[in-house]
Each structure stands twice: as structure tokens, then as C-alpha cells.
């Protein structure tokens, strides 16, 4: 068995997983991270930071953690060789990570369950998150339901109109969705909205973010709880085939699920990364939300990051056919491995993840989360041009259920 | 000496506290604003905070929002606000305060930002979403300048950031009065007159107080404790009411209202 030994550099925010030595002690990541936000919530993170590291480092938060994860969630996620598409593409032998098995359907409850278990021994009452696809607000108000605690989303207009399921599983679930009509109506004023109520309810409240965005500790936090995804992806691999993958791909919005396959891997250098946003419809303003890929850096949502903004810092209007995805910023510790070279980001266009939709569907069976058929579609792209000796590992975020009135709509079905 | 300390010190002489009418830049349109400002003067207001439009202000309720997104909607750039501060500057001397996004800022970048304020002939700035740790070098960029970076203050603010914040403050401290964002309320807290005190004696540094500040009374109650009162939700809301009438009206009316909140404040 070949593995390079990991470094782990001791050190305050080291994570609880191989190779993390940043953020820094005010959240930095290099140039990005930080905490912009008012002042008003500025006691509530420092009060969350210091719950979050006491947690971290207690046997019995761990321990309760890890069995909800088992039992109330069903992992570890398997990882399976997608044996007919890595035929019909003829390079690389290309695994999925299968989150989408998980309860609820995506990767976005690893972290709520986290968050949840934190708000109690914080002792706050009430919960709330902001959602885009609504995986996150489904993830939320199912651990809220199950921990009996009050919970309210915020999503944007639009999406409520797009993934009308996942509203009502919400409403199932006791959440009460709160609609955003101002701005675009999407995600990025969803969590404006979220975080204006955190302003007023910060003492008896507390808001799950559901990617690895906003103030620290939050990017910090969200990707510690998701990086069950990576370390369960390398021992699976190192079981299955005797090494380390030679790249990973997985889909980056906020970026959680990409942050949690990758960060384990980060010090194994032999691991390439590529996340892949939404080109949307294209390469002018307004019409993709690939802020890596052509955002410039800038301030939003209480930390720095790429974002996309014109030279006021006024955000750009974004598109992409995944709701998911659907966002002008990005998490600050992408940046910083993009900007380092650790990573690699490249966009799909909303018609190449439409066409990977149906591929994985009809190839494995399975019919994946639009935000996660943007990396079927860059692997469909990739692939081929691989040899058949290396090893892909494409993180599948989520079920497409969700997405199958939008795509339908798309391809001219009536539902 | 800066236009702001001065203000205060003459103040302090008087005995009275400052009224600072908040008004977004470009919300109907520069000129108004800028007539709006002059406007304001004549009526007796010490000091003009200038909201820069902002596409994603998180302390910012649904008034001062729609506003900032009407003025956006109109083109409004930072540097057609500065140019209109320019042209203000030959007509009066009263202090400005811009307030705009730590996204703004950063984007231009915090030194150029802050020397063609102070071209412009703003005297300070103040940024609601830059707590003070996160960018020293700012502070010190705006002393050198003799420029303001006017700092806040909020009801959860504990003791340790509070002795903080007092120590880079300059100018004058922002008070929020409530644990919320920016609007109209019909009260205002119980405990803020005990929470003015508090923070009054841990600093030199007038204390000003916004955030749900809305009525004469409101004005009233607050100018009797702080060194300043702050008012921008209900200004706004009339400058949105009389968005359709022609722009001597809109600037009379707008004008009679902040009237009858400088007599509230300074009682």
C-alpha cells in the first residue's frame, strides 16, 4: 500500500483531519477569510468560535456526532466504480462518491447535524439557514424536526419557483420558509435576508450557513463537518485500489461539498483537484456564476474571497441553471487554493450538465443533483483524455430528484 | 481641524447635542440630494451622514435598502458622489460623514479610497460591516489625513470590545440602539438610556446614537443623554413618499420633516 505520510502541522485551528494549518487566528486564508460584518454580530461569531473549538476537542460532542452520522444519516457513503461510464468515455476509471444516498438526499446534512448539536450546547433556541436549491434548507429544518428545535429558512423567490419540492418538504419537515423578494431572488439574497434576521435574534438564535462562506469561523467550521466526505474517500480508495486517486472533481458553488472531498488530500500532492462552477449560458456578465474562473477578489457575505462585482464592489447579477450554484461569491479557502495552484476550477455551461444529467442517468442509473452533473459533465469532457491506469473520484453531492420538473421543463416534457 | 470635531466642540459649548440626518446619495437623484443636504443645513442639521448605495447591505432594513437600490438603478457611482460632494463643498462648510460598504472600500482600495474622500471633501467614513480588528492599517491611513473613521457600537458589544473600539475610535462613536438592523419602530429599547451612559463613561468621544430612531420624541429622548442623534429610515421613507412630486416640493416637505426632528432632539 502506497501512501505518503501526511504532515500535520500542530497548530490552534489544525483541523480534526490530516493537513489543515489555516485559517489563521482572525480566519484568514492568505488574502481571504476574515469577519465583515456588523458589529452587532460580531460577539456572536467569537462566541461561536470558541463553542465550536471546545466541541471540537470533546470525546463526548465527537462521539454524538459521529453517531447521528451512522445512524440517523447512513455512513459512510459508499464509493462505486461507475463501471459503464468509464467504458463509454474509454479513459480513466471514474468513481462516485455517492453523498447522495445520504438522508435527506445530498452531503448538506453532515454539516447541519454538526451545527445543531453545537446551537444546543450553545443553548439557543431557534434556528435558521438560508437555502438556494433548498438541499441545505431540507438538511436543516429534517435536524431542526429531529432535535425539536424552531426553525425558519430563508429562500429567494425564484427558487421557491424552481424547486417547489423542496419547499414543501420543508414545510413537511415544520420549517417555515421565509420568500426573499429583494435583489436577484436567489441564494446571495437569501443569506443577505438570513443574515439581517441573525442582526436582530443573534441572542437566542443561531444560523446555520450551509456552505463554506460568510465570517469565520464559518468557513472553517461548515468544512470541518464535511470532510467525513474525503476521509472516508481516501480509505475507501486505499481499499479498493492500493493508492491515492489521481483527481478529484466535484462541483463548487459556496463550495462545501468540493472543500470537504478535497481537504484531506490537500498535503498528498499527487492528487489533482478540479472544482467546477456554472458557465450558466455563457461567458457575459449576468449570465454564469463562475467566480473563480473569471471573479476578481472582493468582499461578500462577511469575508474576502473571488467574487463577482463591478468597480464599486456592487454585486454582478449571476445564472445558472442549478440553483445550488447560483452564486456571485465562493469560499475564501477555494480562493486561496487557486490562488496557491493547489486546485484547478473550470465552468460548465447549464446545457453540458443538462446533457450529464441524462448521461449518469441512463450509463449508471442514477440520476445526480444538477449542481453534481457539472462535474459529471467536465469528467465526461476529462476523462478521455486520461489514461486508463488513472483513477477519478467525482464527489456526486446530491440526488437529482429535486432537479426533475426543471430539467423536464428544459427538455420539452410536460410533468 | 476637522470639520467634525469642530461641529462637536461648538456643540459641547452649547450644550447641545448634534443632529446628523442620514440620506442616500443618488435616492431620487444627485442634484436632489444635493439640494437635500444644503436643505437640511438651512434647517439647523450639524452634521450629513451620506449612505453610498450598496447592491447587499446586511444591517440595512427594507427602507434604506429599497433606496439604496433605487439610486443604483439610477447609475448612482462613487465617483459621480464624489463629484457631487465636490460641488457641495463650494457652497458649505458642514461635516460629512459617508457611510458605505467595507466592499466598496476594499474594492477601490482603502488608501485611494480614503484620499479621494478627503478630495472631495468628505471628513469621515463610516463602514458598517469593517469591525475594527480587521484592517489596522486603515485607521492609520485616515489619521494621517486627519479623516474619520467613525466606529460602532451595539448593544451586544461586550466590555472587552468595547474598550477596544473606544481606542481606535475617531470623530464620534455610532451608537446602535438596537439589536437589529436599520428602520422605523414606534419604541425604542427600555435599557438605552442606561446603555448610553454606560458607554458615555468609558469614553471622550461624543457619542452619537442611530438605528430605529424615527420620531420627534424618539429625538427628543436620545438628545437629552447623547451627544448626537441619528436619523435615516424616516427621512427616507419621505423622501420616498414624495418621489413623484417635483423636486422643490419633495425637498420643501423632506426638509419640514428633519425641521421637526432638529426641534425634537435639540429640545
Given at each position: 500500500?502506497?501512501?505518503?505520510?501526511?504532515?500535520?502541522?500542530?497548530?490552534?485551528?489544525?483541523?480534526?483531519?490530516?493537513?489543515?494549518?489555516?485559517?489563521?487566528?482572525?480566519?484568514?486564508?492568505?488574502?481571504?477569510?476574515?469577519?465583515?460584518?456588523?458589529?452587532?454580530?460580531?460577539?456572536?461569531?467569537?462566541?461561536?468560535?470558541?463553542?465550536?473549538?471546545?466541541?471540537?476537542?470533546?470525546?463526548?460532542?465527537?462521539?454524538?456526532?459521529?453517531?447521528?452520522?451512522?445512524?440517523?444519516?447512513?455512513?459512510p457513503s459508499t464509493l462505486y466504480y461507475a463501471e459503464r461510464l468509464t467504458k463509454k468515455l474509454g479513459g480513466a476509471k471514474i468513481y462516485l462518491k455517492r453523498e447522495d444516498l445520504n438522508h435527506t438526499g445530498a452531503h448538506k446534512i453532515n454539516n447541519t447535524i454538526g451545527q445543531i448539536l453545537l446551537a444546543i450546547r450553545m443553548g439557543k433556541k431557534r434556528i435558521i439557514a438560508e437555502t438556494g436549491a433548498g438541499q441545505h434548507g431540507v438538511a436543516t429544518a429534517t435536524a431542526a424536526a429531529m432535535f425539536g428545535i424552531e426553525c425558519d429558512v430563508?429562500?429567494?423567490?425564484?427558487?421557491?419557483?424552481?424547486?417547489?419540492?423542496?419547499?414543501?418538504?420543508?414545510?413537511?419537515?415544520?420549517?417555515?420558509?421565509?420568500?426573499?423578494?429583494?435583489?436577484?431572488?436567489?441564494?446571495?439574497?437569501?443569506?443577505?435576508?438570513?443574515?439581517?434576521?441573525?442582526?436582530?435574534?443573534?441572542?437566542?438564535?443561531?444560523?446555520?450557513?450551509?456552505?463554506?462562506?460568510?465570517?469565520?469561523?464559518?468557513?472553517?467550521?461548515?468544512?470541518?463537518?464535511?470532510?467525513?466526505?474525503?476521509?472516508?474517500?481516501?480509505?475507501?480508495?486505499?481499499?479498493?485500489?492500493?493508492?491515492?486517486?489521481?483527481?478529484?472533481?466535484?462541483?463548487?458553488?459556496?463550495?462545501?461539498?468540493?472543500?470537504?472531498?478535497?481537504?484531506?488530500?490537500?498535503?498528498?500532492?499527487?492528487?489533482?483537484?478540479?472544482?467546477?462552477?456554472?458557465?450558466?449560458?455563457?461567458?457575459?456578465?449576468?449570465?454564469?456564476?463562475?467566480?473563480?474562473?473569471?471573479?476578481?477578489?472582493?468582499?461578500?457575505?462577511?469575508?474576502?474571497?473571488?467574487?463577482?462585482?463591478?468597480?464599486?464592489?456592487?454585486?454582478?447579477?449571476?445564472?445558472?441553471?442549478?440553483?445550488?450554484?447560483?452564486?456571485?461569491?465562493?469560499?475564501?479557502?477555494?480562493?486561496?487554493?487557486?490562488?496557491?495552484?493547489?486546485?484547478?476550477?473550470?465552468?460548465?455551461?447549464?446545457?453540458?450538465?443538462?446533457?450529464?444529467?441524462?448521461?449518469?442517468?441512463?450509463?449508471?442509473?442514477?440520476?445526480?443533483?444538477?449542481?453534481?452533473?457539472?462535474?459529471?459533465?467536465?469528467?465526461?469532457?476529462?476523462?478521455?483524455?486520461?489514461?486508463?491506469?488513472?483513477?477519478?473520484?467525482?464527489?456526486?453531492?446530491?440526488?437529482?430528484?429535486?432537479?426533475?420538473?426543471?430539467?423536464?421543463?428544459?427538455?420539452?416534457?410536460?410533468? | 481641524?476637522?470639520?467634525?470635531?469642530?461641529?462637536?466642540?461648538?456643540?459641547?459649548?452649547?450644550?447641545?447635542?448634534?443632529?446628523?440626518?442620514?440620506?442616500?446619495?443618488?435616492?431620487?437623484?444627485?442634484?436632489?440630494?444635493?439640494?437635500?443636504?444644503?436643505?437640511?443645513?438651512?434647517?439647523?442639521?450639524?452634521?450629513?451622514?451620506?449612505?453610498?448605495?450598496?447592491?447587499?447591505?446586511?444591517?440595512?432594513?427594507?427602507?434604506?435598502?429599497?433606496?439604496?437600490?433605487?439610486?443604483?438603478?439610477?447609475?448612482?457611482?462613487?465617483?459621480?458622489?464624489?463629484?457631487?460632494?465636490?460641488?457641495?463643498?463650494?457652497?458649505?462648510?458642514?461635516?460629512?460623514?459617508?457611510?458605505?460598504?467595507?466592499?466598496?472600500?476594499?474594492?477601490?482600495?482603502?488608501?485611494?479610497?480614503?484620499?479621494?474622500?478627503?478630495?472631495?471633501?468628505?471628513?469621515?467614513?463610516?463602514?458598517?460591516?469593517?469591525?475594527?480588528?480587521?484592517?489596522?492599517?486603515?485607521?492609520?491611513?485616515?489619521?494621517?489625513?486627519?479623516?474619520?473613521?467613525?466606529?460602532?457600537?451595539?448593544?451586544?458589544?461586550?466590555?472587552?470590545?468595547?474598550?477596544?473600539?473606544?481606542?481606535?475610535?475617531?470623530?464620534?462613536?455610532?451608537?446602535?440602539?438596537?439589536?437589529?438592523?436599520?428602520?422605523?419602530?414606534?419604541?425604542?429599547?427600555?435599557?438605552?438610556?442606561?446603555?448610553?451612559?454606560?458607554?458615555?463613561?468609558?469614553?471622550?468621544?461624543?457619542?452619537?446614537?442611530?438605528?430605529?430612531?424615527?420620531?420627534?420624541?424618539?429625538?427628543?429622548?436620545?438628545?437629552?443623554?447623547?451627544?448626537?442623534?441619528?436619523?435615516?429610515?424616516?427621512?427616507?421613507?419621505?423622501?420616498?413618499?414624495?418621489?413623484?412630486?417635483?423636486?422643490?416640493?419633495?425637498?420643501?416637505?423632506?426638509?419640514?420633516?428633519?425641521?421637526?426632528?432638529?426641534?425634537?432632539?435639540?429640545?
Amino acid at each position: 500500500m502506497v501512501m505518503t505520510k501526511t504532515k500535520v502541522k500542530a497548530q490552534e485551528y489544525s483541523d480534526i483531519s490530516e493537513g489543515a494549518t489555516l485559517p489563521d487566528k482572525l480566519g484568514h486564508f492568505g488574502r481571504f477569510g476574515g469577519k465583515f460584518v456588523p458589529e452587532t454580530i460580531m460577539p456572536a461569531l467569537d462566541e461561536l468560535e470558541k463553542a465550536y473549538l471546545e466541541a471540537k476537542k470533546d470525546t463526548s460532542f465527537n462521539a454524538e456526532l459521529e453517531y447521528y452520522l451512522r445512524e440517523y444519516v447512513g455512513r459512510p457513503s459508499t464509493l462505486y466504480y461507475a463501471e459503464r461510464l468509464t467504458k463509454k468515455l474509454g479513459g480513466a476509471k471514474i468513481y462516485l462518491k455517492r453523498e447522495d444516498l445520504n438522508h435527506t438526499g445530498a452531503h448538506k446534512i453532515n454539516n447541519t447535524i454538526g451545527q445543531i448539536l453545537l446551537a444546543i450546547r450553545m443553548g439557543k433556541k431557534r434556528i435558521i439557514a438560508e437555502t438556494g436549491a433548498g438541499q441545505h434548507g431540507v438538511a436543516t429544518a429534517t435536524a431542526a424536526a429531529m432535535f425539536g428545535i424552531e426553525c425558519d429558512v430563508y429562500m429567494g423567490e425564484e427558487d421557491i419557483k424552481r424547486q417547489a419540492l423542496n419547499v414543501f418538504r420543508m414545510k413537511l419537515l415544520g420549517a417555515t420558509v421565509i420568500p426573499v423578494a429583494s435583489g436577484s431572488k436567489t441564494l446571495k439574497d437569501a443569506t443577505n435576508e438570513a443574515l439581517r434576521d441573525w442582526m436582530s435574534s443573534v441572542r437566542n438564535t443561531h444560523y446555520i450557513i450551509g456552505s463554506v462562506v460568510g465570517p469565520h469561523p464559518y468557513p472553517m467550521m461548515v468544512r470541518d463537518f464535511q470532510v467525513i466526505i474525503g476521509k472516508e474517500v481516501k480509505k475507501q480508495i486505499l481499499e479498493k485500489e492500493h493508492r491515492l486517486p489521481d483527481y478529484l472533481i466535484a462541483c463548487v458553488g459556496g463550495g462545501s461539498n468540493s472543500m470537504g472531498l478535497f481537504h484531506p488530500f490537500i498535503e498528498d500532492k499527487e492528487v489533482n483537484m478540479i472544482g467546477v462552477e456554472a458557465g450558466g449560458l455563457g461567458t457575459e456578465i449576468g449570465q454564469h456564476a463562475s467566480t473563480l474562473t473569471s471573479g476578481e477578489i472582493g468582499i461578500l457575505h462577511g469575508s474576502a474571497s473571488y467574487v463577482l462585482q463591478d468597480d464599486d464592489g456592487q454585486t454582478l447579477p449571476v445564472h445558472s441553471i442549478s440553483a445550488g450554484l447560483d452564486y456571485p461569491g465562493v469560499g475564501p479557502e477555494h480562493s486561496y487554493l487557486k490562488d496557491i495552484g493547489r486546485a484547478e476550477y473550470v465552468s460548465i455551461t447549464d446545457d453540458e450538465a443538462v446533457k450529464a444529467f441524462q448521461d449518469c442517468a441512463r450509463l449508471e442509473g442514477i440520476i445526480p443533483a444538477l449542481e453534481a452533473a457539472h462535474a459529471i459533465a467536465y469528467t465526461i469532457k476529462f476523462a478521455p483524455k486520461l489514461s486508463k491506469d488513472k483513477i477519478i473520484v467525482i464527489c456526486l453531492s446530491g440526488s437529482g430528484d429535486k432537479d426533475s420538473f426543471e430539467v423536464a421543463k428544459k427538455l420539452g416534457y410536460k410533468i | 481641524m476637522n470639520r467634525i470635531d469642530k461641529k462637536f466642540q461648538e456643540l459641547k459649548a452649547k450644550k447641545t447635542p448634534a443632529f446628523i440626518p442620514f440620506i442616500t446619495a443618488g435616492d431620487p437623484d444627485l442634484q436632489i440630494t444635493k439640494d437635500l443636504i444644503l436643505e437640511f443645513e438651512k434647517r439647523g442639521a450639524d452634521i450629513i451622514e451620506l449612505g453610498i448605495p450598496f447592491s447587499d447591505p446586511i444591517a440595512d432594513g427594507p427602507i434604506i435598502q429599497a433606496s439604496y437600490y433605487r439610486a443604483l438603478v439610477k447609475g448612482a457611482k462613487v465617483s459621480h458622489i464624489f463629484d457631487m460632494v465636490s460641488e457641495l463643498r463650494k457652497k458649505t462648510e458642514i461635516p460629512i460623514v459617508s457611510m458605505v460598504s467595507y466592499s466598496t472600500i476594499f474594492k477601490k482600495g482603502f488608501s485611494g479610497f480614503i484620499e479621494n474622500s478627503v478630495i472631495a471633501g468628505l471628513d469621515g467614513l463610516t463602514i458598517p460591516d469593517l469591525p475594527v480588528e480587521e484592517n489596522l492599517e486603515l485607521f492609520e491611513v485616515a489619521r494621517k489625513h486627519n479623516f474619520k473613521v467613525v466606529c460602532f457600537v451595539a448593544p451586544t458589544t461586550t466590555d472587552q470590545r468595547m474598550a477596544l473600539i473606544t481606542q481606535r475610535a475617531q470623530g464620534f462613536l455610532y451608537y446602535i440602539s438596537v439589536v437589529g438592523i436599520t428602520g422605523i419602530r414606534d419604541k425604542l429599547p427600555d435599557d438605552i438610556i442606561q446603555n448610553i451612559n454606560k458607554l458615555k463613561q468609558m469614553t471622550n468621544i461624543p457619542v452619537a446614537v442611530g438605528f430605529g430612531v424615527s420620531t420627534s420624541e424618539h429625538a427628543k429622548l436620545i438628545g437629552t443623554v447623547a451627544d448626537g442623534v441619528i436619523v435615516g429610515s424616516a427621512i427616507m421613507r419621505e423622501i420616498e413618499n414624495y418621489a413623484k412630486e417635483p423636486p422643490e416640493k419633495l425637498v420643501r416637505c423632506v426638509g419640514e420633516f428633519v425641521g421637526q426632528l432638529i426641534s425634537g432632539a435639540k429640545g
